[in-house]
């Protein structure tokens, strides 16, 4: 088989950059470039003894078929890119053995990609497979691409794609020399394994290897979307002993070094692929024996939102494991999360995850560290700042209530409360709306009572403390009750108090809620013996 000459494969090199750059004038460049390849000597059948031993690049039929074809492109590409015309000549060209017109059909592949809107009917499918098989590189990085294209826009079926036996080609060009081939074959995968039924066929055919070695690759790309691919394959949890064979963990320790990766969405990606994976007790204490908190600590610094976002996330999911909360709880950790609320107090997912850790790691014997580090204060300064409508604000308001409960952390507590933190705190017991913050707020509230500097704090909104204990008094609910009663109880004692409450006629509301009480006990003693009889 003969090839193109020099001349022609400059024209094909130039007319990729061209379409990379996209320019208006599309379709005249793909008219003149085909033209002046297909007017070339090299093409053209020689009578000479030695070009007879060699079969035509071009047939005669396909020689028809591209002039046809450019004149489809000239006139009626932007009429009807998916006509039957077209359909005809594009296989014929994708199924050629002259790269030059299987170039032109992955073009055609490739601007129908980025500028199509409407669904690819499923026999503008069949090309492909010639397309992806191509021996020629240019022919599969185009037709790659454009695949990636059709697939993140939604217009192919998923399942189609598995069922027009494209997936054995894609997989085969994971194992590509070329960066860009295996950058756009891992894509592929990563979009098409969403689907249960898809990544069984996908761990079947031995993908999961292949994309674990792509990890290592020198090509930030590559590595972000084999990442990204075994990420949405981690996402089910069926698929975890695959991944991580007991006898190499290949995957883990690859995916932990690339934590420390300076391109930003690859690290952020090990993140989310990690806590895909973190899904056991074991997996968690391996990632943590592996070295990762270091990396996660530095992690919590970075510059890019996602990474911040993703580390956090991954470290809320270790935290939850007891016998990791002791490596957790290190001053580097701790003064990692406090550095971290001061600086994003508005960010809610930071927020609400890092308040999530705290508390974690507050129940175990830890609590002192984490009382004598930043992160109360920068607790306190977040709820200030986070709106009533957010669910961080249940998460910090949850921590600080937890740690209200313990002696040191309270004290410390008390430190950092001024009037604007106490203002805050009062109105978030007081409103109705959002009851899991009001009843951490009025916790916190009941845990400091008997302070003296507190006591003075509390004394400036007498009228708004007793509003929301008689709010409590009535709640349906039984916590909100006895939260009410305990804390009227603890602000009895003092004088000023103790007058507000008689003047606000408080012990009359007291007295309905025994009465209903003792009358609620009264029906729970009569159905226990019904039930009994």
């Avoid at 674990?212 to 790309?221: F, G, R, V």
């Avoid at 009228?463 to 305990?486: C, D, M, P, W």
Wanted: glycine share 4%; proline share 4%.
């Amino acid at each position: 088989m003969g090839q193109l000459c020099g001349r022609c494969m400059q024209l094909l090199r130039d007319f990729i950059g061209f379409v990379q750059r996209m320019s208006s004038d599309l379709v005249q460049g793909i008219k003149e470039c085909l033209t002046l390849i297909s007017k070339c000597s090299c093409l053209k059948q020689n009578s000479s003894k030695n070009r007879q031993l060699y079969k035509p690049i071009l047939q005669p039929h396909e020689r028809v078929t591209a002039q046809e074809f450019l004149q489809h492109i000239e006139t009626d590409f932007e009429m009807s890119p998916l006509g039957k015309d077209p359909l005809e000549a594009l296989r014929t060209l994708s199924f050629s053995e002259n790269p030059g017109l299987q170039q032109s059909a992955a073009l055609y592949y490739l601007h129908m990609s980025q500028h199509m809107n409407i669904p690819l009917p499923v026999e503008h499918l069949e090309p492909f497979y010639a397309l992806l098989s191509s021996a020629d590189l240019e022919v599969q990085q185009m037709s790659s691409l454009s695949l990636v294209n059709f697939l993140l826009e939604g217009n192919i079926d998923k399942e189609l794609v598995i069922q027009m036996g494209l997936l054995e080609p894609i997989l085969d060009l994971l194992e590509s020399e070329d960066p860009t081939v295996q950058c756009n074959s891992c894509a592929c995968i990563m979009t098409l394994a969403v689907s249960e039924k898809i990544q069984q066929v996908l761990c079947k055919e031995g993908a999961l290897p292949v994309l674990a070695l792509l990890l290592e690759s020198p090509d930030s790309e590559v590595q972000y979307y084999s990442c990204a691919a075994l990420s949405n394959l981690a996402a089910n949890v069926q698929h975890h002993k695959a991944l991580l064979r007991p006898s190499d963990r290949f995957l883990l320790r690859t995916l932990i070094s690339l934590l420390s990766s300076s391109v930003d969405k690859v690290s952020s990606q090990a993140c989310v692929c990690l806590r895909n994976l973190a899904t056991s007790a074991d997996i968690q204490a391996e990632m943590v024996a592996e070295n990762a908190l270091p990396k996660l600590c530095s992690l919590l610094a970075s510059g890019s939102e996602d990474v911040r976002r993703a580390s956090i996330a991954l470290l809320w999911i270790l935290s939850q494991h007891p016998p990791n909360q002791d490596t957790l709880a290190c001053a580097e950790l701790l003064q990692s999360l406090g550095t971290l609320l001061a600086a994003h107090k508005t960010d809610s997912v930071i927020v609400g995850h890092t308040a999530c850790i705290i508390k974690n790691l507050s129940l175990s014997k830890n609590r002192q560290r984490i009382t004598e580090s930043c992160c109360v204060e920068g607790l306190l300064r977040t709820m200030l700042l986070t709106d009533t409508q957010e669910d961080s604000l249940r998460y910090v308001t949850s921590c600080l209530a937890e740690l209200a409960k313990q002696e040191g952390a309270m004290l410390h507590m008390v430190q950092w409360m001024d009037e604007p933190l106490t203002k805050h705190l009062v109105r978030l017991a007081g409103q109705l709306e959002y009851p899991e913050p009001s009843f951490h707020a009025a916790s916190i509230i009941q845990h400091m009572i008997g302070h003296e500097k507190m006591m003075i704090l509390w004394k400036h909104h007498i009228g708004e403390i007793q509003a929301y204990i008689k709010n409590f008094l009535t709640h349906q609910e039984v916590r909100f009750q006895q939260l009410g009663i305990s804390t009227f109880c603890r602000l009895r004692a003092d004088l000023d108090f103790s007058l507000a409450f008689r003047e606000s006629q408080m012990a009359k509301l007291l007295e309905q809620v025994r009465q209903q009480t003792e009358e609620t006990q009264e029906l729970l003693r009569v159905a226990m013996c019904h039930e009994d009889s």
